[in-house]
């Protein structure tokens, strides 16, 4: 059943984040001294030749969340044994500010109404402003980059104390018209859009709305009920993938980015703490495609097995106990339950629920 909220309940919804979650949870636990990974753990192609990216002609790549159809096909190759993720070299998200753009106008392009409920946009926005500083966002902390001689952790993701926490930046209902479709997405026949006129969106909304790029940013791009998207030619939503996350540039002034389309229940496991299956679909993808956007941020440089598998990748089908909500969720943040998948822990070498 899909609710309707009022603008009253919408708001009481996203203020509730602000409250306190130490008695709700254990908390993050401090990281033993950082080990580098062996030299010469991660094969460098896997991460090019990886069913999970996709890459177009001009070189610009993402990293998919795969549907549970695409999953079955490639567990095995998703999840090889013991394999842990090494360090690639490249940047980690210290700290992330999450911005949702939810781009739902009058019409999808064959002319039927676009479709985004207030409460799927309250949903989304609450777990964007839960994420940080709670249990999955705790298990990012034992990653790190390497600049030169200087190692720095993601404990800025953490309520630790002395690091700054990542937040919620906001978000922008866009009711700016869906560009002419220039792909074809077969499970949203005549409503389409390519990487290119996402990345389009993304820009102007940041604009518009005085928002900037950079490596602790994160845009989320929420599209409507309705609208498809594919990338280059290799995948498109639904059929292929619930999500992505990829870059617009490399250096510190990236844009960081994550392609939403619109919740498929068929995209989680079925479960609804929320009571709104497509919002709570989301919610799941959300924290696969940040979590991932975090520790790999410009695709293949940050943390990845030898495989190319980045740490959401490794846990996709993998859940863990559901201990709330009369087993509806695993999750308890802020006082909001939530049906989220777990992350890839190096230091137990398994999916986690919590972070070290």
Known sequence: MIVKWTAAAVAAFVLSATFSAAAQEAPPQFLPPVVEPSPGVKDPTAYARNPLTYTDAQGHSVHVKPTAEVERRIHSILTPA??????????????AQIYNIFWAPPKLQNGTAAVMT???????????????????????????????????????????????????????????????????????PGNCVTDAQMQTEIKRVMKLKGWTGGLNKIYMMYTAKGEGSCFAGTGCAYTDYCGYHGNIGLNSSAIIYVNMPYGDPGCSNGKSPNNDPDADSAADTATHEISESITDPVN?????????????????????AFNYDGGKANQYWNGHYWDTQEEWDNHTGACAQVGP
């Open 118 to 188: 207030a409460h799927y946009e309250a949903v989304t926005n609450s777990m964007s402003a839960d994420y940080v500083g709670h249990t999955i966002s705790s298990n990012n902390t034992q990653y790190y980059q390497k600049v030169s001689t200087i190692v720095t952790d993601i404990s800025g993701l953490t309520t630790l104390p002395g690091g700054s926490a990542g937040s919620f930046g906001g978000s922008y209902v866009d009711v700016n018209p869906f560009p002419a479709s220039q792909c074809t997405d077969t499970a949203t």
């Open 300 to 320: 293949g440089t940050g943390w990845t097995d030898a495989s190319g598998n980045e740490i959401g990748d490794k846990c996709n089908t993998s859940y863990g």
């Open 82 to 95: 013991a394999q842990l993720v090494t360090y690639g070299g490249g940047s980690i998200m210290q700290t």
